[in-house]
């Protein structure tokens, strides 16, 4: 158990990937001080980290976490972490962009750094989060908007149970939704769907 785990931090575990969900810790550490945050998550950050898609977003979700004080699964990112040969390599972030809404919907994005990608990792990325997120109460459906040419993505996406909605809310993007497989009744309990 690592550092992260071990001060409460939830995680997701696939076979490959160790998802870790962002606090404030691991959000300083990442914008201040590498080393720590390698410490914390116990794996290599390489020095390409965070994947472009990243760079500015991340200050803005801590910005946010620090102007509202809420922290959590919801509102920071999830750090993906590689276990291949011997290793862990922080590689993914995976996470949505706030709570779930009134309707019971969060919308999640994803990104891998490009020595990583095509190994199918933000596809295991994305069907493990998209599982947590359907597993909490509040979620109903989790969806998902990517530009038109983005066919990795849209690929992702397909891979990961994602059935097409129509546009998206951004000009040039197409909106994707994936449900749960069983719905749950007003009481939390699972019912055949």
């Not at 409460?8 to 962002?22: D, E, H, I, K, S």
């Not at 908007?145 to 990961?160: I, P």
Request: glycine fraction near 10%; aromatic fraction near 8%; hydrophobic fraction near 40%.
């Amino acid at each position: 158990m690592n550092e992260a785990e071990r001060s409460g931090m939830a995680g997701v575990t696939t076979p490959r990937m160790r998802l870790t969900a962002g606090t404030r810790v691991l959000a300083k550490a990442e914008l201040e001080d590498a080393p720590r945050l390698s410490a914390l998550l116990e794996a290599e950050v390489p020095p390409s980290w965070p994947p472009e898609s990243l760079e500015h977003a991340r200050r803005l979700f801590f910005r946010r976490c620090e102007q509202t004080g809420i922290w959590g699964p919801w509102n920071l990112g999830w750090y993906g972490v590689l276990r291949a040969n011997g290793r862990a390599t922080l590689c993914a972030s995976v996470g949505f962009k706030g709570p779930p809404s009134p309707a019971g919907m969060v919308e999640i994005g994803y990104s891998v750094l490009p020595d990583f990608q095509r190994q199918g990792i933000a596809t295991e990325v994305v069907i493990a989060m998209s599982r947590w997120a359907l597993d909490q109460p509040a979620v109903r459906a989790v969806e998902a908007e990517v530009l038109y040419g983005n066919v990795a993505s849209l690929r992702v996406l397909a891979n990961a149970g994602f059935s097409a909605l129509g546009p998206g809310l951004e000009r040039g993007t197409r909106r994707f939704r994936r449900v749960p497989t069983e719905t749950r009744n007003r009481d939390g309990e699972t019912e055949a769907g």
